[in-house]
């Protein structure tokens, strides 16, 4: 049984077109599968640089608002240093207003205490003319100033010679022993 090679090679020739078809719809099929996960891979790129564009202009918008921020800071900063001079200035207000109070509590108590002083000065001028209008009692005081006078000045000798002599040595004049 001969079969003729016309046969054999019509049914070579039919085998590798089943095979070559069936690898090329194998390969069809791959192909397509790379074709669907390129568009995927594509797909997923575009929604990355869609992201990426997003997570920019985040970015760019948090700098600014750093931007914002550290530029309120400085003001508020600035604004800080002023309240503290202005603070510092009026404690210092404040301290030479207490002071000034202190004086001013001060010369009114020595207001009062010279009002009480001219008021007792006045009761004494008032007894002391009651007392000088009759004649008897102005040579009692006469005799009494005179009596003073002479007690102060006796005393005023006293002390500049007390004073003179303890200065010196009493005119005592010491030799040098040899």
Known sequence: MKIPIKT???????????????????LLKSNLGLHKTIYQQKEELHNLGNEKQKLLQELEKEKNASAKISEENAQLKDNLKAQEQKDNKLNQDLAKVQQDSQQLQALKQEKDALAKQVEKLTQENESLNSRLHTLGEQKKAIKELQTQIQKVGIEVIKKTDAQNTALGNRGVIFKKEQ
């Open 8 to 26: 054999l090679l019509f049914a070579l020739f039919s085998l590798v077109v089943v095979y070559t078809s069936v690898n090329y719809l194998a």
